[in-house]
């Protein structure tokens, strides 16, 4: 008994068998009417829907035949699922396929079988639909076409199972994903770590998870008393709503907003929305799913940062307006300095004092103009040269050097910050006197001399004048009145000292009016500078002579024994001069003269105009005597 070939696309069809789920299943009478109904109209007693499963063949549906399933390889449809043509077998007993067949020399003994494969909609022959009799016959064509239609109907039949199950799976599965998915949102919803929330279309609370309750700090019992607006910010309801209703008007599909829920202990908390509705078949909003994230650490942080950086930049801003203050007053700093120093060159150049300044070697870094005029040395000879050898007398150079270095060393030296009076070389080696200021300036910790100094030779030399017509008769050029003055106590200190004594000669000439008035006044003048002249020469050095007046003259003698006479022998030897004969233009004239002694014996240190009101008296004694003598204490005429 050969069996019949597999088909070339078996497991495809055992797949799409085991997918109609008919295999094992009731009896179901949508097929037993077709089985009946082919048995009626082929008058045959056995009709069967024969499903090939893949070593069997399972009967859905079967009249007059016992057995519910038989082996594949005694199956007739076996052979007929793989025929483009119904199969049908006139006496099996002829037919070397199934002469052998148990089913055939056995219950049921089959003799003739004519048997229609039912194909899926794809093609694939699952089984068939068979007629089968114990007696062999010929299966004519009215038969053949009433079994193809009975066929037509179980092919329909099983063409709308396959839908069923095809949609059937599809329910399936897609109960199966929206059971994985409810599970997924139930798990997701209670234990994400974001709140959710289920909102209805009114702002009530339908569902919220457990971390939105931490969020807003309400329970879930709490919250459903309340809608969302109640909890919200006032100042963040406005542009929710708004949004909400923007997507309630189906303008927007979902929204994101960041906004604050006041919690139930009052404070304020950030949090990020995010607001999609669910929608019936009709599209209106049953209710919106609300997704919460607590921004609040984010949105504070945020905050101090922006806080932070407006502080920042408000420092840096303030800090930039500063500086740029400080820039600007710098730059008016080093403005007014450049003017100033411009000032102070120009100041220094037409100074009219030489102005010198010198390093901490002593050479020379400025040299003014003055300056060149005042010692004779251009700028250009002078600048690097050492002070001392261009202007500082030979003499005084040590003093110089010694003077810079105590200042150096100590900070101290008796010519910084004085008004000297110093001795000073031109170019020429002539000598001036000038008058010197200096200063010790401290520059980037090192010390700069600056000097002003000022010719005084001129002023000197005046001085040097007025102190010596002070002193002296312009006339003769003999000691004055007011020298005597000076004198005398220089002289009783010296005398006293040595152990001497002071003698003053009072004189006064004779005769002297008479030239005047004969010879006149210049003649008189000449005169008197001859007897001065004589009176000059005829004491000695450590003596001196004074004219008080008109024709009176004093002398002061010193280093004298303690005597009148010693005084007496000078002055008759002063008498005896001025009686020498005087040549005046024209002619010679000769005066005489009385002279009076005041002694300051014993060095008793009496005062100038005592000494010489007593000589005066006994000059005035001599007159009277008769001029032409001498008088004193001692020998009083
Ligand atoms: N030429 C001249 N005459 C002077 C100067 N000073 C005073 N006399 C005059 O000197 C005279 C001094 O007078 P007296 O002392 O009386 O002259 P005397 O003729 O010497 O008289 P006795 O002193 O009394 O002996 C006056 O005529 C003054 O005018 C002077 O500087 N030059």
């Known amino acids: 008994m050969p069996a019949a070939p597999l088909p070339p696309d078996e497991l495809a069809r055992l797949s799409v068998l085991d997918d109609l789920h008919l295999l094992d299943t009731p009896s179901e009478p949508v097929f037993d009417r077709v089985t009946r109904l082919a048995c009626r109209l082929l008058d045959v007693p056995m009709a069967l829907f024969s499903l090939v499963d893949a070593d069997r063949q399972w009967f859905k549906s079967r009249v007059g035949l016992d057995a519910e399933e038989t082996p594949r390889e005694y199956a007739f449809c076996a052979h007929a699922i793989g025929m483009s043509t119904p199969l049908v077998v006139n006496d099996a007993l002829l037919d ?12 049921p003994n089959i003799r003739f079988y004519a048997g229609v494969p039912i194909r899926t909609s794809a093609g694939l022959a699952i089984g068939t639909l068979c007629a089968l009799d114990t007696r062999p016959r010929v299966l004519t064509e009215d038969e053949a076409q009433v079994l193809g239609d009975l066929a037509a109907i179980l092919t329909k039949e099983v063409h709308y199972r396959e839908r069923i199950g095809v949609a059937r799976d599809h329910l399936q599965r897609s109960t199966e994903v929206l059971g994985a998915s409810e599970a997924r949102f139930r798990t997701i919803f209670e234990i994400a770590s974001i709140g959710i929330a289920l909102v209805a279309p009114d702002g009530g609370w339908i569902s919220v998870n457990k971390a939105l309750c931490d969020i807003v700090g309400y329970t879930e019992d709490e919250l459903w008393g309340r809608t969302f607006q109640q909890i919200t910010h006032p100042d963040d309801v406005g542009a929710d709503v708004g949004l909400l209703q923007s997507m309630g008007r189906g303008e927007i599909d979902e929204y994101q907003l960041e906004k604050r829920y006041i919690r139930k202990d009052g404070a304020a908390v950030w949090i990020n929305l995010n607001v999609s509705p669910k929608r019936d078949a009709a599209g209106a909003v049953e209710y919106y799913v609300t997704v919460v994230k607590d921004i609040d650490a984010q949105k504070r942080a945020q905050q101090e940062i922006a806080a932070l950086n407006a502080g920042l930049e408000r420092r840096v801003d303030e800090r930039t307006a500063e500086l740029q203050q400080a820039a600007e007053r710098q730059r008016m700093a080093e403005q007014e300095l450049r003017v100033r120093e411009a000032e102070l060159r120009s100041v220094i150049e037409n100074a009219n004092d030489a102005y010198i300044s010198l390093d901490e070697a002593g050479a020379i870094t400025a040299w003014n103009r003055q300056a060149e005029e005042t010692f ?44 000297l009076e110093l001795p000073a070389l031109r170019r020429d080696g002539t000598g001036l006197t000038v008058e010197v200021r200096i200063r010790a300036l401290d520059i980037n910790g090192r010390t700069m001399f600056s000097a002003f100094l000022h010719d005084i030779t001129d002023r000197k030399q005046e001085q040097a004048q007025r102190e010596y017509e002070s002193r002296h008769d312009v006339l003769t050029g003999l000691l004055n009145r007011r020298a005597l003055q000076e004198s005398v106590p220089l002289a009783q200190a010296r005398a006293s000292r040595n152990g001497k004594t002071v003698g003053m000669l009072f004189i006064d000439l004779d005769g002297f009016k008479a030239v005047n008035d004969s010879q006149g006044h210049e003649a008189g003048d000449i005169l008197l500078g001859v007897i001065a002249e004589r009176l000059r020469a005829g004491v000695r050095k450590t003596d001196s002579v004074y004219r008080l007046a008109g024709d009176e003259f004093t002398v002061l003698l010193e280093d004298m024994a303690d005597t009148f006479d010693d005084a007496h022998t000078v002055a008759e030897k002063l008498i005896a001069s001025i009686s020498e004969p005087v040549e005046l233009p024209g002619r010679a004239v000769r005066v005489r003269a009385s002279i009076g002694i005041a002694l300051d014996a014993a060095s008793q240190g009496r005062p100038a105009e005592e000494l010489l009101k007593e000589a005066d008296q006994y000059m005035y004694r001599a007159k009277k005597a008769g001029r032409g003598r001498v008088c004193s204490a001692k020998y009083p005429c």
């Not at 261009?390 to 003077?403: A, F, K, N, Q, V």
């Not at 150096?408 to 010519?415: D, F, H, I, K, Q």
């Open 376 to 419: 004779g040395w251009s700028r250009a000879e002078a600048l690097g040269q050492m002070l001392e050898e261009l202007i500082i007398p030979l003499e005084y150079r040590e003093r110089h050097r010694d003077g810079m270095q105590r200042f150096l060393s100590t900070g101290v030296a008796r010519a910084v910050d004085q008004r």
């Open 96 to 107: 070397a396929r199934f002469s052998d067949n148990p089913l055939v020399n056995g219950p």
